[in-house]
Nanobody, 127 residues
Framework: QVQLVESGGGLVQAGDSLRLSCAAS????????MAWFRQAPGQEREFVAA????????TYVDSVKGRFTISRDNAKNTVYLQMNSLKPEDTANYYC????????????????????WGQGTQVTVSS
């Protein structure tokens, strides 16, 4: 059974940093794209960042460029999201999905393209 477990969320102040982790089990995702999405109360789920199977292949939503960094450790089957200079508008539940397609040539920003999802980790940024 495939599981994705997010961790690292918490309550921080504006300007602080957090590092989210997403540990996968049940299969390897070293040949698959993985991503981070977030959802704030009353809002739709929003793409944040994605990383492909090829080293250095990443994409970000404009609002986090220069502040967030997605990375992966294939040996640990884990993806990370380093979040710096956090803002109150970053407050949301953060989810880590994985694409079931191996060797995909596309880094999807649509949540419908990801088949496996974790339960999320809450990030709250106070002003």
């Amino acid at each position: 059974q495939v599981q994705l477990v997010e961790s690292g969320g918490g309550l921080v102040q504006a300007g602080d940093s957090l590092r989210l982790s997403c540990a996968a089990s049940g299969r390897t995702f070293r040949r698959n794209a993985m991503a981070w999405f977030r959802q704030a109360p009353g809002q739709e789920r929003e793409f944040v960042a994605a990383t492909g199977w090829r080293a250095g292949w990443t994409t970000y939503v404009d609002s986090v460029k220069g502040r967030f960094t997605i990375s992966r450790d294939n040996a640990k089957n884990t993806v990370y999201l380093q979040m710096n200079s956090l803002k109150p508008e970053d407050t949301a539940n953060y989810y880590c999905p994985a694409d079931d397609t191996t060797w995909s040539v596309t880094l999807w920003t649509e949540d419908s393209e990801y088949e496996y999802w974790g339960q999320g980790t809450q990030v709250t940024v106070s002003s």
